[in-house]
């Protein structure tokens, strides 16, 4: 007896192998050491070895084996229904400490110029509207696949987007089947340099004059899949221009930057560019855009669409969307 407490001490229950319970308890559901193997991952021999050893430990046969397949003894009637309700407790307590680890991080995703043009400069008024939400951005053009990414149920997709991502932003068609999707920016283009680039002997004034300039190309493309000069050059009603030529980058956000550093002309969004155009370090010297029919999209799958944070996040992006000025950073 314990003096202190009171209380008789009893030695520590030693529970038999938590893989043998599994092994039991997944054989008993499906009545299948087969169908058991194929749900853990493991050899239908193994469920076999595992259920024989703890029929052992036990002292008491679990299943009979019939011809036609398995059949629960009296013991494993009695074992199965506290042994299923212990592993759902203890999956339970996974999630639950999980989801306190996680609580207040909101993890987003999007394409590296849509981060640093338009998210980044704004992203200070959300945050002063959360300060208790850890918001993690990851800029990444991982491609949409619901074929591969989350798990899909008829229309529903049951998972991230991306991996690791509560929320993603993506420049494309807004053709995610299953998944959550709001239109946040619709898109046009059209030429932008540097303002030095309108002086001097070659100056850029008409459309025409684009043939003495090093045109800079990145990789967005119209929607037919021709290159956005072809098609910015025929809307201009210059289709025989030649566009082989020039400078080519992988982002927009690096064509951007050769443009400003007076490198040539570029096919630049002003959704991307409105800080430069304001300060000037780009200029938009042509009158024709270029409409799109790729956007921007917001996505989030079935499992976190409704989340607290997730629908705070989308709701201030489509505000955001909507303010005077939608292509410039926010002043502070």
């Known amino acids: 007896m314990d003096r202190k407490s009171n209380r008789i001490s009893l030695p520590a229950l030693r529970l038999p192998p938590l893989n043998a319970l599994r092994a039991f308890e997944t054989a008993a559901r499906h009545l299948s050491f087969a169908m058991a193997a194929k749900e853990l991952h493991v050899t239908p021999a193994a469920i076999s070895h595992q259920v024989k050893g703890l029929e052992d430990y036990l002292g008491q046969r679990l299943f009979r084996r019939l011809k036609r397949g398995l059949e629960l003894t009296r013991a494993g009637q009695v074992l199965l229904p506290k042994l299923s309700e212990g592993f759902g407790r203890l999956g339970d307590a996974v999630a639950d400490m999980r989801s306190i680890e996680e609580a207040g991080t909101l993890a987003v995703s999007a394409a590296p110029s849509f981060a640093t043009r338009w998210l980044a400069p704004r992203?200070?008024?959300?945050?002063?509207?959360?300060?208790?939400?850890?918001?993690?951005?990851?800029?990444?053009?991982?491609?949409?696949?619901?074929?591969?990414?989350?798990?899909?149920?008829?229309?529903?997709?049951v998972g991230s987007p991306v991996e690791d991502a509560d929320i993603v932003v993506r420049f494309g068609t807004g053709d995610y089947p299953g998944f959550r999707v709001d239109q946040?920016?619709?898109?046009a283009v059209t030429p932008m340099c540097s303002p030095r680039l309108l002086k001097g002997g070659h100056a850029l004034r008409v459309p025409a004059d684009l043939e003495q300039q090093v045109l800079i190309h990145d990789n967005v493309r119209y929607d037919d899949g021709r290159s956005l000069w072809d098609a910015w050059?025929?809307?201009?009603?210059?289709p025989g221009m030649d566009t082989s030529h020039g400078l080519r980058f992988s982002h927009a956000l690096l064509a951007l930057?050769?443009?400003?550093?007076?490198?040539?002309?570029?096919?630049?969004?002003?959704?991307?560019?409105?800080?430069?155009?304001?300060?000037?370090?780009?200029?938009a010297p042509l009158p024709l855009s270029l409409p799109l029919k790729f956007a921007y999209y917001i996505v989030s799958g079935s499992d976190t669409a409704e989340r607290a944070d997730v629908v705070a996040f989308r709701h201030w992006l489509l505000a955001e969307a909507?303010?005077?000025?939608?292509?410039?950073?926010?002043?502070?």
């Open 322 to 332: 909507q303010r005077p000025g939608a292509g410039e950073p926010a002043g502070r």
């Open 257 to 283: 930057e050769a443009a400003a550093d007076g490198m040539g002309v570029t096919m630049g969004m002003p959704a991307l560019a409105g800080s430069d155009l304001a300060s000037g370090r780009l200029v």
């Open 184 to 187: 946040l920016l619709s898109v």
């Open 123 to 157: 992203l200070h008024r959300f945050v002063s509207a959360h300060p208790d939400l850890d918001v993690r951005i990851n800029a990444s053009t991982r491609l949409i696949d619901p074929n591969k990414d989350p798990a899909v149920s008829g229309d529903t997709a």
């Open 233 to 238: 050059f025929e809307a201009a009603g210059l």
